[in-house]
């Protein structure tokens, strides 16, 4: 080979190199840049549009090791969630990415996202993920697999996730995420910062690149481990670092930037069906309620959400083996009794929201204390229901669920449909005749029933103020002291309803009439927690100026008659201030003695 040959070459490959070492700048340069703006990574290489507050909350979740974002509806938290961890995936390699939620179905969609919008949406995004069965989603396992080793994956928010490692945990709708398994088990899925090739170098020997947590969910109660976990955030973020970021998009926002259509917003704050604290939780973004507490206090309410399954009509129950089952109205225990409450409401209206009939039933199962455990396991609200029609439906279910008394408001509207009951009752649709009740409380009402003999089962609520007052104080350490269980929540029922035999057979309509019994529980608690109360003349007045108190009305007069028939079959005997005085626990009075020390008082 001549000299000359040989230069040539040589000066060939001289270029060859240079051009890949000037390539490989560029791309170093072009990592680093988008890097340090995520956000232009999506809109410049991906070409996916992102609205300014997109921009912004992309940047801030990139930035934060902490990010906690409340939004409404049409927010785009799930799209912006998809769009964070594939982006994260491409510019760090080798990253690992755990997606957890309260439910399943909800940590789903983030991958969903990626494979039904992103993928289709952006000629990058086919490119660096390659082959679309690189994400898969079936029932046991969701995960997202990409060709530089990066993956996101699905975990079920619970103790058998332990053993997963994760570089970046991303919570969706952390709110239904329960508080404890978040601290034993997915905060320890940070444990291992990733690791890139470059750590080994000595220059990077005391580099660590720190984890990332992102909490992502819509507004909920004040007195919730979410609002403190998010107020937390919001307090460092008032530090230098800017590792914290705290984020409240309400549904203004969303109609601005044209996700969510004004005439939507309008449509749902104009439903008859409107709920002003979700409206504030899951539209405005806002925690609701007083976080010093309010008479009933939310996390007392919650821990009362205790029963798995509710008592069900025989109609409904009937429909599903795993309804027969668990569901049926059951015989009763030795010393049970039950109860039918209702609170009554005549007229349908569309301009005030307090005009709702309010039914619970009441399971009293006797303690070894000698007081009762309150189970309300059925509950049913209506609108615009005739007096006849209110007292047929009482007397269907007296019998049904084998109740031992009716606990209802023989006041003003309610007296119709007491008059009813102390007169025999033709069903039309079985031509059953429902025999003539009394009443057991009241000489007035027991004097309306005509028929000798007839069962003492109606206790008329008739009294005022000082009735009112020991209702509410007797609910209140009700909840407190454990002596009243609720439905559990419709977001916990979901998993064991999914288990019983035969829900998947279920049509949607009949789904949701099991579904309705925990989400009028989780409407009873919104009454509850939103109640307002004035105490003076040593009684306390409960009320509500901007939304009805129907349904906590027929729990607490329950609750008032299950103490009432306590005082009458499972104590010697006793009134109402023996009543009251039953309920608090009195500690004895410690007084300091002449010479400095302290005699117990024994009280007679």
Known sequence: MSSATATTQRDAAVRVFESELDERAAIERAVAYYRS?????????????????????????????????????GAGKTFLAALFCFSRCVLYPGTKICVVSGKREQAQFVLEKIKTELYPMSEAVRRELGDIKNVKITTNKAICVFPNSSYIKVVTAA????????????????????????????????????????????????????????????????????????MATFVNMLGKDMQHIAIGSPYQLAIKEGRLKREQAEDMALSDDFNEIKWLMEMDALFWGNETGTFFEYNVLAGARSIKFPMLPGKVSVRFAGGERYMRIPNKKPGEKRLISLDIALMSSKKHNNDASSLFINQLVPTSDGRYLNNFVYSESFEGAHTADQALLVRRYYQEYDCDYIVID??????????????????????????????????????????????????????????????????????????????????????????????????ESDRLKVRMQYINTTLLINELISLEHDESGGRVQIFNRRARKDRYSSVSSSYYAGRWLETKLLKPKGDVASMMNSIFTYKAPVLRNEGGGFNSWKGR
């Not at 809109?43 to 609205?51: N, S, V």
């Not at 507050?53 to 409340?70: E, P, T």
């Not at 470059?198 to 007195?223: D, H, R, V």
Request: hydrophobic share 40%; charged share 25%.
């Open 37 to 73: 703006n995520i956000h232009r990574f999506v809109t410049e290489y991906l070409k996916i549009p992102l609205d300014l507050s997109q921009k912004i909350n992309l940047f801030m979740m990139d930035m934060a090791n902490n990010f906690c974002w409340i939004a409404s509806r």
């Open 159 to 230: 103790d058998s996730a332990r053993g997963n490692r994760a570089n970046i945990l991303v919570v969706d709708e952390f709110r239904l995420v329960d508080k404890d398994t978040l601290d034993t088990v997915l905060k320890y899925f940070l444990v291992v910062p990733r690791m890139p090739g470059y750590t080994g170098k000595p220059e990077y020997k005391n580099y660590t690149e720190m984890n990332k947590q992102i909490f992502i969910s819509s507004g909920w109660y004040a007195e919730h481990w979410s609002y403190k976990k998010f």
């Open 410 to 507: 023989a006041r003003g509207v309610g007296a119709g449909v007491v008059d009813l009951l102390v007169r025999d009752i033709v069903d039309p649709e079985t031509e059953e005749v429902y025999s003539a009740l009394s009443c057991c409380n009241n000489d007035e009402w027991a004097a309306r029933c005509a028929t000798p003999g007839a069962s003492k089962a109606i206790f008329a609520v008739t009294a005022g103020a000082q009735f009112n007052s020991e209702c509410a104080v007797m609910l209140r350490e009700g909840f407190r002291t454990g002596r009243v269980r609720l439905l559990a929540s419709e977001y916990d029922c979901e998993k064991s309803l999914s288990e019983l035999n035969g829900w998947n057979t279920l049509t």
